[in-house]
């Protein structure tokens, strides 16, 4: 942005630019001095930590079927093409609420939004674990799906919108992090249950980071 200046010459040997600045640019210079002057924080790192439990949960939920699904097979006795409905229906869910998710965080608020998509983990979570019959199966996962869609979108967003500019860039790596945290973690718990087949233990499990994002959030602050 270019400001009028007027430029005296060789005064005490040195270029002086005296400019005159509006009231709007005198805003946005004091906004951005006052950017880079902010500082990393712990609290700054908790917010982003807290808010990237939506990020784990999204690795989990796509990720901890590959164990369950086997068992899940055996005990309601799946064709291929349920097994297949089962594993990729979860997609169908996530394109949903990706659609949806900008939407959200623009009408109710980004923190809003995350707290309204920790409900849908702990609903979607809780029917898939308690399943008795497929169709519970296949619209538990539908649910999980929706809510994996909205939170590729919220978190990232805002942990960006918290951070200052100075570390935005890592601030919001950790919810990359976190959804390989939350991949592996699935696959470390579906081996650790694996010999006794407890597949409603592999996917509840993730009630543990959807009760900590659910409860984080009254600790963090609005964008």
Not at 8 to 35: P, Q, W
Not at 143 to 163: Q, T
Request: hydrophobic letters at 55%; glycine letters at 10%.
């Amino acid at each position: 942005m270019k400001w009028p200046c007027i430029v005296y010459k060789n005064l005490l040997k040195r270029n002086v630019f005296f400019c005159s600045l509006s009231l709007e640019d005198k805003k946005i210079l004091k906004g951005h001095t006052m950017a880079k002057k902010q500082k990393f924080t712990g609290f700054t790192l908790f917010v982003a930590l807290i808010a990237a439990m939506g990020g784990l949960l999204f690795g989990y939920n796509t990720s901890a079927i590959s164990g369950a699904i086997l068992f899940l097979t055996k005990d309601f006795n799946l064709s291929t093409i349920a097994q297949e409905v089962i594993i990729s229906v979860i997609l169908i869910g996530a394109l949903v609420g990706a659609c949806f998710g900008g939407i959200l965080t623009d009408r109710i608020g980004r923190k809003t939004t995350l707290l309204l998509t920790s409900i849908i983990f702990l609903i979607g979570i809780f029917i898939v674990m308690t399943a008795d019959h497929v169709t519970a199966l296949v619209v538990g996962r539908i649910i999980l799906g929706f809510a994996i869609g909205i939170v590729s979108l919220a978190v990232p967003l805002y942990i960006a919108e918290m951070s200052d500019p100075g570390h935005r860039g890592a601030l919001v790596s950790i919810n990359q992090l976190a959804i390989t945290i939350g991949i592996l973690l699935a696959y470390v718990v579906d081996y650790f249950y694996a010999p006794t087949g407890e597949w409603r233990s592999m996917f509840g499990i993730a009630l543990i980071p959807a009760v900590l994002l659910f409860i984080g959030l009254f600790f963090i602050p609005e964008t």
